[in-house]
């Protein structure tokens, strides 16, 4: 029995992942709407709380109230807890099923709860995995919820709910398939662009079309100030391997609480009450925060300050595992790191103060793109997100020297290490071990099998080549079928044990003994 995609299936699955854009579009557009209003109605009630007791009181029991409520959700639903993005590239590496209506709903209204208050935390990550949710559903409903047809879908659902989130729907494209999906498959892109290219649509008509960020700038960066990109991108690369490292850390030490790990969420919380009351401007994911940056004047200690704070509760936040992301507080930090960096080299005589917008839209993508891993991703949603294509070339120099920064200290993306922490459901990999799956293996330059017969590559057992795909030509396999880099190989499997192939067919083609 072979897996393969025919021509009509591709256009099924195209006009499916517009359908699943479209729904997308709209739940994450209401999403991201309500958590605006929620901060905006909370920042109010923090200052109104300034000279009234009683509504701190008020505030604070409300605040245990809802980290009861959400940590009953996390309860029933433990797969809601954090950004959901985890979940998702566990899902599409067949490791996880799901229960797509369970967490669809459960996420939407924990994630306004926990991030409307003024938590540092995003929308981004939540929105994703709703996206996945009704892409998974999708599939459920149309009867294709079995293998390749259903990840497609999912991936693409990723891809809607980051571009309705941000409002970048080729950053949304581009994210599946560098970080979520990990494979640059043909038929995942063409239905991711579907999906968040019809969410983005739906987006633009209920936000408008003015960019997500839009931070002003008065000149590009000459060449000549091109070397502080190298030293920029050093200390972006350092501060992300401690981001990751404090993110990865905060599970053990919420746990020395010794309260349940689904009521974490009342501390951050609790904490956020006196922390809007005394800086509301500066709570939130961050969209502001960014925005006004270059407006707090030209003030080390304040910025510094910020940052301090951002960081540390951007760690508590996201650590307590209440839903929501890390993605706008990581752009967030990059943004502030960026600004200190301008301010301080003014100070010091070798920056005129004017490139300070600058190096904040170049920061955000160099230390997003070091702590995921994912540089063009970063790159492109940072054009996406501040309306310009004047960046690309600094953004670029920023990001591959933090993205190498990180390397260098072993740093890994900071899903696929949130993703190895998760407990993976045994029960679901052993029903699906009767059923076969299909699996698709890029072969890069450099690959210990490029240049090699099929007969000669050592495959792992019980697995077989169905179809080497050279660009849009599909070759039936043989055993003096010569491998390319470049070719793309179909492999069927069986489902339940997908995810342990397909890691023993990475160490094959990388060369790993």
């Avoid at 229960?99 to 669809?104: A, D, K, R």
């Avoid at 929308?123 to 709703?130: A, K, N, T, V």
């Avoid at 993205?403 to 407990?423: C, F, H, Q, S, W």
């Avoid at 491998?483 to 044990?497: S, T, Y």
Wanted: hydrophobic share 50%.
């Amino acid at each position: 029995m072979r897996i393969t995609i025919t021509d009509n299936e591709k256009v099924r699955l195209t006009l499916e992942g517009v359908l699943v854009g479209i729904i997308s579009g709209v739940i994450v557009s209401l999403f991201r709407w309500s958590i605006a209003k929620s901060l905006k109605i909370y920042q109010d009630i923090y200052i109104a709380a300034r000279t009234n007791a009683l509504l701190i009181i008020a505030l604070l029991v409300l605040m245990v109230v809802i980290a009861v409520f959400v940590g009953f959700l996390i309860k029933k639903e433990p797969n809601i807890s954090g950004s959901g993005i985890p979940q998702v590239e566990a899902q599409l590496g067949g490791e996880m099923k799901l229960n797509w209506w369970s967490i669809l709903w459960r996420k939407f209204v924990g994630g306004i709860l926990s991030i409307g208050p003024g938590l540092f935390l995003g929308r981004e990550g939540p929105s994703i995995q709703l996206g996945a949710s009704v892409g998974q559903g999708i599939g459920d409903l149309t009867h294709d919820n079995v293998g390749v047809n259903q990840r497609v879908l999912i991936a693409s659902g990723s891809a809607a709910g980051l571009a309705a989130a941000f409002s970048a729907p080729i950053a949304g494209a581009m994210f599946v398939l560098e970080e979520v999906y990990h494979n640059f498959s043909p038929l995942v892109w063409i239905t991711s662009l579907a999906s968040a290219v019809s969410a983005n649509l739906v987006a633009l008509y209920v936000f408008g079309l003015e960019p997500v960020l839009q931070v002003p700038y008065q000149y590009s960066l000459p060449v000549k100030y091109y070397w502080h990109l190298i030293v920029l991108g050093i200390i972006l690369g350092l501060m992300g391997r401690l981001y990751q490292v404090g993110t990865l850390s905060m599970p053990s030490i919420f746990a020395k609480t010794r309260l349940p790990r689904y009521i974490h969420g009342i501390i951050p919380l609790l904490l956020i009450v006196p922390l809007g009351m005394l800086v509301p401007q500066f709570i939130g994911g961050g969209n502001s925060v960014i925005i006004n940056l270059d407006k707090y004047g030209t003030s080390l200690l304040l910025l510094v300050g910020l940052l301090v704070m951002r960081f540390i509760f951007s760690l508590i936040s996201y650590g307590s595992g209440l839903p929501g992301g890390i993605f706008l507080p990581i752009l967030n930090l990059g943004a502030i790191i960026g600004a200190i960096y301008a301010v301080f080299m003014n100070q010091i005589g070798l920056l005129p103060i004017y490139f300070e917008s600058n190096l904040i839209i170049f920061a955000m993508a160099g230390y997003f793109a070091c702590i995921s891993k994912a540089p063009f991703t970063a790159i492109i949603l940072v054009t996406e997100m501040v309306g310009s294509l004047k960046h690309l070339m600094p953004l670029a120099v920023l990001s591959l020297v933090a993205y190498i920064v990180v390397d260098l200290m072993n740093g890994a993306p900071i899903y696929e290490a949130l993703k190895e922490r998760l407990k993976i459901n045994s029960k679901y990999l052993n029903r699906v071990s009767k059923f076969n799956d299909r699996l698709e293996v890029p072969i890069y330059e450099g690959s210990s099998i490029d240049g090699k017969y099929i007969r000669d590559i050592p495959f792992p057992k019980n697995i077989l080549v169905v179809a080497v795909y050279r660009g849009e030509q599909q070759l039936i396999p043989r055993g003096d079928t010569l491998i390319k880099a470049g070719d793309r190989i179909i492999f069927m499997v069986n489902a339940g044990q997908r995810a342990k192939i397909a890691r023993k067919l990475k160490d094959l083609i990388n060369g790993i003994n």
